[in-house]
């Protein structure tokens, strides 16, 4: 009688192990995490170009990336993204994101200023970059992280 006992508590013990282990390991759907659900917003960012010690980059205007250098650019699936580049070292750039066919002219004017607007309609990270001969070498390239929502 005490021998079952003691087994029936080690299989209970047993159980008990493995429907924890599960539970760990399941996906926890409640937990806000992630993707956000929300509608599609506009992102407006700014970048300046700049030489720098034989490198061309690409600099942050305002906001979050205001002065960094090739800043991280952060959007969501659906969202409108514009981005405007200003000349500021009379230099010929341009500014292109090949996923999204976006880009705008090349322009060399220090002061001038061109957008590119675009939809986002797929997560993951993307280049953006100077498509000017030897300027994404130089340095002038950064990354469009857009984020998946549910
Ligand atoms: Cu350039």
Redesign the pocket.
């Known amino acids: 009688m005490y021998h079952i006992m003691k087994r029936h508590q080690h299989l209970l013990t047993l159980l008990l192990a493995a429907a924890l282990l599960l539970a760990a390991c399941s996906p926890a759907s409640s937990v806000e995490s992630g993707p956000r659900a929300a509608a599609p917003a506009e992102i407006r960012y700014t970048l300046k170009?700049a030489s720098d010690d034989g490198q061309?980059l690409f600099i942050g205007v305002g906001g979050e990336i205001d002065g960094q250098v090739n800043p991280d650019l952060q959007a969501s699936v659906g969202d409108t993204v514009a981005i405007t580049l200003v000349n500021d070292d009379g230099?010929?750039?341009?500014i292109v994101i090949d996923e999204f066919d976006a880009a705008t002219p090349v322009f060399g004017g220090v002061g001038e200023e061109e957008t590119v607007q675009f939809v986002v309609d797929q997560a993951g990270t993307f280049f953006y970059y100077?498509?000017?001969s030897g300027?994404r070498q130089a340095g002038?390239e950064g990354l469009l992280i857009v984020s998946a929502v549910e």
């Open positions: 170009t061309l230099r010929f750039h341009d100077c498509s000017v300027h002038m």
